[in-house]
């Protein structure tokens, strides 16, 4: 640019902040970069990468009936080959059929701005079997089909909040969407905060304190809460009468609840379930069950799919007035459509094989295969880790991440800030103990700072993701770094 | 919703409109359902869509080997089954598995924010190709690939607009994603006029004209300059001297260029060609060349290639400073990254199959049998619609669009009033001659007052998509339909 002109930037772009691909995963990538050219020195010869919930890219196969119909229905002229067909089953060949039927002119095509109608019907059909039935059924008109959660949500986000008098209630720790969202369109955050000594928990009377504390210190309404269940980065469950508080109190301040539940599927604990915020709300009494807004997010990303790269998901409407679903649909139609792959495979997560499909066995063998291995992965992470030197962690009880607290000695502190002040930066505690977790391990988390935590607590993030063999590499390297950690710093405090 | 509280909607978002999808194909889907239904009465069976250049959703066939790579990709089972390599093209399946072994895990994951490597290679390439190698080589740093070209645009509109004091200079008549981002954003839009008259080519002395009357009336500073090219709905395409002068007011103004070059294989007027604005700004002397901040967009879902459900595109970033492309680079990580699908489909487009390669002479055939079909239904168009009462059509020379202008009689405008009165609405005439024109004939299209216009000039924008048979019945529909207007509305006037 012409170096007499000052760079102008938008300052809500410069306050924006996403921990998920920061600082550290931005690191991690110059560094496996390094390695790749045989640059640098480096203690371990390859990255295992913790940082997001990208299952497939950590070995994760894909659900082989899925991408079955996906190619058939992508690729028609596959399925006119009768030698093809003959070599697929036939419940993948009869759904690839039946969608295009559906789809008519094929997948190139812009669709609705809302998404396929079938599709929209299968996501439909699904949730209400997933709520039992539960109030007056979903219906096409509910559900819109989006570029993964993230669509949706930036769509309520943009819908309620215009600039500084406008907040949103979010969790801390949060997904950073959130907050860089609410960012981005000058609004203001109001955190309310989850209780990481009773299982990373939230009560009501927390709610009720944050709004307060939000009308008072900004002046901003609070337009909606988000609700992230199962948790998060804190892999919480919450139970129903917790919910039943939130949706009442999300009534009571004519507030929209957006409600996450991306990790539906990925509930591991004993005795914990996933109940929707849909089937909660309906099942609750007038004016509740009638008033309340709710929107609920889901994506083909998480669960056990785990098909990331599709950027497939949706949105479901409850109790949006008129008004509000007309600007919408609006909204939606700026976007155009979500991807049609994405919304094929949405389709597919909604109704996959049942018993008697030729395709059941197999569907089912390779679901419980990815389930167990995710369950099992989620008990030995946080137990293994809460028993590393300085650190704690709650139970994974769903989602696909532990949020372990990590203490430090004073003296790490100190030479973090003499190495602040020496590099001309403002690194936090934890982003510096990732930072060097990374370049000590391999090994890439995002630091707690990224998801907002108590102020005076640490913590980090990983995802239960790796395979067994990398997974006992990560513990033993942040094993190993709080050992060295600790000798080196705390010899004089204990 | 509570209905004691009062409901709040960001009044951005009410402000924004999006044409393309707003009234009058909202009423066309009623239509539809209503004769899907049986339900209603219409003087016609079915509708023509004309209000979006959705290619494949009337009728265009997708490209084979872009699908045959893309189902092999996203299948990898399949290319593992001798049987059925042994039925699609050698070029295909090698494709494919040179992709696949870029992208390592498969298409079930994110990718870099920024998209994969090996598909923004393949852009870098292309690009460097199209553009005759002038100036410094764009390198897949440059290279971010986006949800569509739309994804590009929104990423540059955010980094530039903050709110009323930032502005966007965009033509008019523009595509209204633009107009409609510029709202949510609170941004000004500082309109320049197309001319009409002049085949719809613009003249950098209305930048001037346009940068000051913004400067004066709003107080907002210019931040970007948006050119569509060919243009969007004017079907025009720019000279080499014209986009030379709209390259050094830019330069001169500190403004970024948005170049939305989208239809740039739609060219088809005799003597025109496409010559990219990057093309142009690198063999231009310095300063220019160095310091003129360029990004220019690209889609799959124009072109020859029409894959517009696959939500595919690139930007390119020629120019940009530093400080700029990081909060880029973190904008469209909070995006995490475009879907992959469409990644693999712009790389296709990028690299189609070359003379030698098995499947060039089917993909010439199929290219050149849809280039040749849009190219004669543009002249076929332009000439028709130009011979209709009361309609006057400049030369369709690019694109995909028709733009005429409409005259009406003067008591056609009165009764729009006298109608608008009695609905209590506030319908342009042009939006009420578009509506007259669908709820009489099934044809749908969109009024120009979507899209900005002089005032005083009324418009509609029509695709040139309709196969051959439906193009006939558009011609005829709007003849009868402005011959029915003239009749009862003029009979005094002539």
């Known amino acids: 640019m012409r170096s007499d002109k000052p760079l102008y930037i938008n300052p809500r772009v410069i306050d924006a902040e996403y921990a998920v691909r920061g600082l550290i995963p931005s690191r991690a990538d110059e560094i496996k970069a390094d390695l790749a050219g045989g640059r640098g020195s480096y203690p371990f010869e390859s990255l295992v990468y913790c940082n997001i919930g990208n299952p497939q890219s950590l070995g994760q196969m894909p659900l082989t009936f899925f991408r079955q119909v996906m190619a058939l229905v992508d690729a028609p002229f596959l399925q006119e080959d009768a030698e093809i067909v003959a070599r697929l089953p036939a419940d993948a060949v009869s759904r690839a059929r039946e969608y295009l039927a559906q789809i008519g002119t094929g997948t190139g095509a812009y669709s609705d701005s809302f998404g396929y109608q079938f599709a929209r019907a299968a996501v439909a059909a699904h949730i209400n079997e997933r709520d039992h039935g539960v109030g007056p059924a979903a219906t096409v008109g509910d559900i819109c089909l989006t570029d993964g959660a993230s669509g949706g949500a930036k769509i309520f986000l943009q819908l309620l909040v215009s600039g500084a008098s406008d907040a949103v209630m979010i969790p801390i720790p949060q997904y950073p969407l959130y907050s860089a969202q609410i960012a981005l369109l000058g609004g203001v955050k109001a955190p309310y905060y989850m209780r990481e000594a009773e299982r990373w928990g939230m009560k009501a009377s927390d709610l009720v304190a944050s709004y307060e504390r939000c009308v008072a210190e900004s002046g901003a309404t609070p337009r909606m809460l988000v609700c992230i269940n199962p948790g998060n980065p804190t892999g919480s469950v919450l139970e129903r ?94 976007n155009i459509c979500a991807n049609v792959n994405g919304q094929v495979m949405t389709a597919l997560m909604c109704s996959p094989p049942r018993e008697g499909d030729a395709s059941y066995a197999l569907y089912r063998r390779e679901y419980d295969a990815i389930f167990n291995g995710l369950k099992e992965r989620a008990a ?114 204990e």
Chains 1, 2 share one sequence.
Not at 249 to 268: I, P, T, W
Not at 433 to 443: D, N
């Open 241 to 334: 009468c917790v919910m039943e508080d939130v949706l009442r109190f999300c009534h009571e301040h004519g507030m929209l609840l957006l409600a996450d539940e991306v990790y539906q599927e990925n509930v591991y604990e004993a005795g914990r379930k996933f109940v929707s915020f849909r089937e909660v709300l309906l099942g609750m009494p007038a004016p509740y069950c009638a008033e309340t807004m709710l929107v609920s997010l889901h994506s083909t990303s998480k669960g056990v799919i785990g098909e990331c790269g599709r950027r497939g998901g949706y949105f479901c409407m409850t109790n949006l007035p008129g008004a509000l679903r007309e600007q919408v649909v609006k909204l939606c139609s700026i």
């Open 380 to 493: 030995l992470l946080a137990r293994e880790l809460g028993a590393v030197r300085g650190l704690s962690c709650q139970p994974v009880e769903g989602a696909m991440y532990a949020f372990p607290k990590i203490e430090l000695p004073a003296g790490y502190s100190e030479r973090n800030e003499e190495l602040n002040a020496k590099e001309g930066r403002r690194l936090a505690l934890d982003a510096r103990w990732a930072l060097e977790l990374l370049e000590s391990s391999g090994v890439v988390v995002v630091p707690g700072s990224g998801f907002g935590q108590e102020p005076g607590t640490l913590h980090f993030r990983t995802t239960i993701l790796p395979p067994h063999e990398q997974m006992e590499r990560v513990v033993r390297a942040i094993r190993e770094f709080q050992e060295r950690i600790y000798k080196r710093y705390a010899s004089g405090d």
